[in-house]
């Protein structure tokens, strides 16, 4: 699959490249531990590191196992936007690697060094071979700081994923037959449709942060579940886990074929993602005295505060598609048929807005509602609710 690639300072990028890859394919014979991550033991561990068994979908069905160690380079792995982690690299070495060989991302890979990519790599006649591959959590639901380069740096665990296109490398898989490769490539980057493999219809949605969830009842889009429910059905249904998952509102019985590999891990999983606190705003990114003003017009006569109330900034109510102006399509394929009013947490860290992305901008969400709820605010109002809005 051809992608376009578009780097930044592309010759700088190529020498830390190199740096990484180097690094990877020098040390990887030496380092103790490489090959495994830690046990998975605590709700940070499973985020991070477990695939509840999914490498059975990932490998033996869409065989991406074979695409990655034929055809996903370094370079093909940014594009789509997977993420390094630095703190996996042992430091040291700089040497020189082909940037366009697989084999520099299969040795990241035995470093256990891809964000949310778990793969096993042994050793075959004096070669490195990547056996394996599953996925985790933190694939869509982490990022990395870019304090090495974009793409590579430090762990940011619960903030969405807004440059990973997972419909382009599920498009990867050989055992895709050209309509649903069509439809994968068609999502773009930072969405994903969770219901596609069930109704077979295509209407991705923003993948959400997983932060600031604590003390917040309905943990999906349209309300379907708490935190719990949507870990099982995304474990299960999307990642491919090992897990039980039934919701007869949508006709889906998932039984697990041997141990339950999902369910003794909610719980810890659920801690972990209720520790992950909303990031606060960068110093200077906001006018001060602006959001002051907003936040009288959010709780007043914008008429925010009437679903976005509380510590969590969300009623926990259900409401009709035409309440607040939304495309119904997506509501109509849950369980729900309505949507929640989304928590408002760090939204100037994941745009777009809207369950489908539609707004592009936080000026775009109060257009929305200006025009929605007939407010008729001056464009001075507007401009003091998007300076409050970035405050959150």
């Known amino acids: 699959m051809p992608i376009k690639v578009t780097l930044r300072n592309p010759k700088a990028l190529g020498r830390r490249l190199a740096g990484v890859a180097g ?24 985020f991070r590191f477990d695939t509840f068994g999914n490498e059975t979908f990932w490998t ?17 792995a940014l594009s789509v936007g997977l993420k390094v982690d630095a703190d ?3 430091p040291g070495i700089l040497k020189t690697a082909d940037l366009k060989s697989p084999a520099t991302t299969v040795a990241l890979l035995k470093l256990n060094a891809v964000v949310g990519v778990k793969g096993t790599v042994v050793s075959k006649d004096g070669k490195d071979v990547l056996t394996r591959v599953g996925i985790t959590c933190a694939l869509c639901h982490s990022t990395v700081d870019d304090s090495v380069m974009p793409g590579i740096g430090r762990r940011l665990d619960g903030r969405p994923n807004m440059t990973l296109n997972p419909g382009a490398i599920i498009a990867l898989s050989p055992a895709l037959d050209a309509a649903k490769k069509a ?12 219901r596609f493999n069930h109704d077979g219809k295509n209407g991705p949605v923003v993948i959400p942060p997983a932060f600031g969830l604590a003390g917040v009842r309905q943990a999906t889009y349209t309300g379907d579940g708490d935190i719990t429910y949507w870990n099982t059905y995304v ?23 041997g141990a339950d590999l999902v369910q003794p891990k909610l719980r810890a999983l659920r801690e972990y993602q209720h520790s992950l606190a909303k990031p606060a705003p960068a110093a200077g990114s906001f006018d001060a005295a602006a959001a002051t003003r907003g ?27 035409a309440e607040t102006g939304m495309d119904p ?5 849950s369980a729900s048929k309505k949507y929640r009013a989304t928590p408002l947490r760090a939204l100037w860290q994941h745009p777009p807005y809207f369950h ?20 008729k605010l001056s464009a001075e109002q507007k401009k003091d609710l998007v300076e409050y809005l970035k405050s959150i």
Request: charged fraction near 20%.
């Open 23 to 46: 690094v990877a394919l020098a040390s990887t014979a030496y380092w103790v531990g490489a090959q495994a991550p830690p046990r998975p033991s605590s709700g940070k561990d499973i």
């Open 60 to 76: 033996d069905t869409l065989r991406l196992h074979e695409t990655i160690s034929k055809a996903v380079d370094p370079t093909t």
């Open 88 to 90: 996996a690299l042992p």
């Open 183 to 194: 439809v994968y490539n068609s999502w773009g980057p930072g969405k994903y449709d969770p």
């Open 235 to 257: 474990a299960v249904t999307q990642m491919g886990g090992q897990g039980t998952f039934k919701e007869p509102r949508l006709g889906i019985a998932v039984q697990a074929k």
């Open 295 to 321: 936040r009288t017009l959010f709780a007043g006569s914008g008429k925010c505060a009437t679903c976005h109330s509380g510590t969590a900034f969300t009623d926990e109510k259900l409401h009709a598609p």
């Open 329 to 333: 399509a997506y509501a109509a394929r």
């Open 356 to 375: 489908d992305g539609k707004a592009a901008n936080l000026a775009a969400v109060v257009d929305h509602y200006d025009a929605t709820l007939e407010l």
